[in-house]
């Protein structure tokens, strides 16, 4: 080739580059109009399939290197490779491509901590996703590696295992990569640590600002450049699943069905000729066309009109509680035939985020993309829920609101980890220092001698003239005497008290054992990390030992939680008047340097739902299931009619139905509890509960009854009898809620379709249809339609007493059951007799408190009140 025609080649090549970069700089003063997806190229991109023999190519156009084109990003002691010829499709989620699934076939197996190096030529914000599933290996069994995974500096994962191999896991990270960057694999002590696939790739500068809105306080957080951050979910409302084939940034886009609380009040709407503002960093980048060519908003039926005109669209997702969360919604007004006609609210986990959100003046046009992000604070963060809402505000005339778009992203916490509080050099951070340590104890040390010392003196002061004689120093050195009943719900936060001498005191106010943080440290082995036996909104459980030898359950409050206050003190000043047989007891609490624990009796077989699916114990008789739901019923009971004022406990789910030794249940977690309102008939209050178990009418008008406990309590009884989650995002639209899909069953009288496989052969036909009818009424459309607890009560105990009748047939007869069996049948055919006689059965039908008596009446087919 001669130099001109060299020359040429080079001339024509930098006019394509220039019309390239031209085409890539579109001015900030007019919207662009486009379908057609941007180019972005990395500056850094390395995509590894480890332990690959050959590279390998995705459906999306990208290329995974194989280890003998990678092996000089690693350096280790000693690494192995694993490989399989296929896996079972079921290890997948839908939104997993096929092109994809090859990733998972090889793997990297590290005996010994192992780093992973790359060059980055533009330092800052890049992702790192990581592919895992535990394939087989002949000498190593991966299903049961536990390792950590970090980058120096930020912790992505800590103790991790995967212990199903028939369950890939994906996870993906944004994370501030410096010249040179490390991924560092350390499994545990005797231990091993793999890897399916890396990548780490750049990201464009826009993605994230370094700016956020605070909820709920409304200012703003800066730095968010100093986080890491995991993607937990990333949702395309009221459109498909969009893979990295759809994405230029190869991302994963997952429909919102499952997420959806209230899907009767949401219609799907498509648009076309999305615009965006580059100039005010609004481009494609940050979300592809199809997803603000979607959107879910509020259905404009009759039904929404005339039966809950002030629904709000609501999406619940499960997090870990104990951290901070990035959310970002995507809007794009896709519904309008003008501006200025779409203006709404926008909520997050009760808190307003945007009050009358008008996207024409932030967009100034129609179908124009625009996004908004917030910063969750952990401590808001109750049930380990996000309840993302948006809604019409009150003068908006037609209901109406839209959501295209949502990622929920967690952000690293002060051990700069997104798994726990180890940071990347294995020290722990969720303690105190030692000179905050020992500041704290000079403190009350020093407190507790000024407040001795003023209580002496004023004793001395008021000393009777015969003390001396009396020969009782300590009669009058004791705390006064307090006819306030309230001490502790105005004098209880803040207290610096140490010492349990006090304890009798804040017992003569009726309010169990002052523990000192101390004595439960010592019971804890200072709140060791492997005496958590549960984790909730409120904070950790931990089992115990007193210095008697009493084990204990000791639930540690979340430090700084106004919300942990709120629950608290709800909870002391609840269990402090309750005492009944199938209610948990406090035993006391703690209120010691900005401590909030409360101590429990322990519960030796734990929750109710690990004895249903999920934590492989022994199976409960259907027997057992259903003396457990009477023994809940009858704690429930208790409360809405036993009390001096009735009591809703509003988070009735089988994690808060815990069991003894002797597997009898008792009824727990009064955090969210409130007193009912006797002359209203309802407490009008922001909704909570837990997703799943909600009462749709109280959702709707935010009117909280007895009735929402019934609701949820039906909602247990057929977790009880069909042994499953009551949401499983996976399985198909139709069987993802448990309430809806049992309610369709018993509707067809094939109930016995969905129960539980190990106990299905061992049930009386008659007690199982009455136990579904029990479960049926309590899921009333309206409170109204359902029973109280006392008549789902009575049901409960009709049907054990048609199991144990079935169960006696070929032994001697009881001619006493048979009697009680012919009249409550015959009560049951003739609403005139009375079913009396069933009750008597029950050996907890009376119970007394405070010198008053509760008895259970007598009652009849279930009906609603």
């Known amino acids: 080739m001669g130099w001109f025609s060299f020359l040429f080649l080079i001339f024509l090549n930098c006019l394509l580059l220039l019309s390239h970069a031209d085409d890539q700089k579109p001015s900030s003063n007019s919207p662009i109009v486009s379908s057609s997806p941007s180019a972005y190229r990395p500056p850094d991109s390395y995509l590894l399939d480890c332990g690959s023999s050959t590279e390998t190519k995705l459906d999306d156009g990208r290329t995974f290197k194989s280890d003998p084109q990678s092996s000089s990003y690693l350096s280790t002691g000693e690494d192995i490779k694993a490989s399989v010829d296929s896996i079972s499709s079921s290890a997948f989620s839908n939104s997993t491509p096929s092109s994809m699934q090859d990733l998972y076939k090889t793997a990297r197996i590290f005996t010994s901590e192992s780093t992973y190096t790359f060059f980055i030529s533009k330092p800052g914000k890049h992702w790192v996703r990581l592919y895992f599933l535990p394939v087989h290996h002949p000498q190593y069994d991966l299903k049961s590696a536990v390792f950590t995974v970090h980058t120096g500096k930020f ?233 993302v809402q948006v809604g019409p505000t009150s003068d908006s005339g037609l209901p109406n609101a839209i959501l295209n778009g949502l990622e929920v992203m967690k952000l690293s916490n002060k051990a700069d980890s997104l798994d726990g509080l180890f940071a990347a050099d294995g020290s722990f951070k969720g303690g105190y220092g030692k000179m905050k340590i020992l500041a704290y104890s000079g403190l009350g040390m020093a407190s507790l001698a000024m407040l001795l010392l003023g209580v002496v003196l004023v004793r001395w002061h008021k000393r009777p003239h015969d003390w001396q004689r009396r020969n009782s120093f300590s009669s009058w050195l004791l705390p006064f005497p307090s006819s306030d009943s309230s001490f502790l719900s105005s004098k209880m936060f803040g207290s610096k008290k140490s010492k349990s001498g006090y304890s009798s005191f804040y017992s003569n106010q009726g309010l169990g054992k002052f523990f000192t943080f101390n004595e439960l440290q010592s019971a804890t082995q200072n709140f060791d990390e492997n005496a958590v036996i549960g984790v909730g909104g409120f904070g950790k459980v931990y089992i115990g030992t007193l210095e008697d030898g009493t084990k204990v359950a000791i639930k540690r409050g979340n430090q700084g939680s106004e919300q942990g206050i709120n629950e608290f003190q709800t909870e002391i000043q609840m269990l402090s008047k309750l005492r009944h047989r199938h209610l948990v007891s406090l035993i006391g609490f703690c209120d010691e340097n900005s401590e909030m624990i409360l101590v429990y009796e322990f519960m030796t077989n734990g929750p109710l739902r690990d004895h249903l699916y999920g934590a492989n114990k022994p199976t409960l008789s259907w027997k057992q299931r259903l003396d457990i739901c009477i023994g809940a019923a009858r704690g429930l009971h208790y409360l809405h009619t036993g009390a001096a004022q009735g009591i809703i406990h509003r988070d009735v789910k089988t994690t808060n139905i815990l069991l003894d030794e002797n597997f009898v249940a008792k009824v727990a977690d009064f955090g969210l509890s409130k007193a009912a309102a006797m002359e209203q008939g309802h407490v009008s209050t922001a909704v909570k509960g837990s997703f799943g178990y909600l009462d749709p009418e109280y959702f709707r008008r935010q009117q909280l009854t007895e009735k929402s406990d019934v609701y949820s309590f039906g909602v247990v009884l057929f977790e009880v009898l069909c042994a499953r989650a009551v949401i499983c995002p996976n399985l198909p639209r139709e069987q993802v809620s448990l309430a809806e899909w049992a309610m369709q069953w018993h509707r067809k009288g094939m109930i016995q379709n969905i129960v539980d496989p190990k106990i299905a052969g061992s049930i009386n036909g008659e007690s199982l249809k009455k ?55 015959a009560s049951d055919n003739d609403p005139k007799a009375s079913p009396a006689v069933l009750a008597s059965a029950s050996d907890d039908s009376e119970i007394t408190i405070a010198g008053s008596e509760l008895h259970f009446p007598p009652m009849g087919n279930i009906q609603g009140r």
């Open 155 to 387: 912790v992505l994962l800590h103790d991790f295992s995967v212990p199903d191999d028939k369950k890939a896991v994906f996870k993906e990270y944004i994370v501030n990569a410096t010249e040179p960057f490390s991924l560092i694999f350390k499994p545990k002590k005797d231990s091993r640590a793999f890897i399916n696939a890396i990548e780490v790739v750049s990201i464009p500068d826009e993605l994230l600002s370094d700016s956020a809105s605070s909820i709920p306080q409304g200012n703003f957080v800066n730095g968010m450049s100093n986080y890491a951050i995991e993607v937990a979910y990333r949702l395309n409302m009221g459109g498909p699943t969009l893979s990295p084939k759809n994405d230029t940034l190869s991302r994963t886009w997952v429909p919102d069905t499952p997420y959806n609380v209230f899907p009767q009040g949401a219609q799907v709407v498509t648009g076309s000729d999305i615009k965006y503002r580059p100039g005010q960093g609004m481009t494609r980048l940050i979300a592809p066309d199809l997803v603000y060519a979607t959107a879910e908003r509020m259905t404009t039926e009759s039904y929404a009109q005339t039966m809950a005109p002030n629904f709000n669209l609501t999406w619940v997702m499960n997090v870990d509680a104990s951290f901070s969360y990035l959310i970002r919604m995507h809007f794009c007004d896709i519904v309008s035939k003008s501006l200025n006609n779409l203006y709404f609210n926008v909520y997050i986990n009760g808190f307003m985020g945007v009050s009358g959100l008008d996207l024409s003046t932030k967009t100034g046009v129609l179908a124009g993309a625009y996004y908004i992000d917030f910063v969750l604070n952990a401590t808001t963060i109750t049930n380990g829920s996000i309840m």
């Open 771 to 825: 136990f579904a009818e029990a479960a049926e009424k309590c899921l009333g459309e309206y409170g109204v339609d359902r029973p109280s607890m006392g008549d789902v009560l009575w049901n409960l105990e009709y049907s054990l007493q048609l199991q144990e009748a079935s169960s006696q047939i070929d032994q001697p007869e009881d001619k006493s059951k048979l009697i009680l069996l012919e009249e409550a049948q």
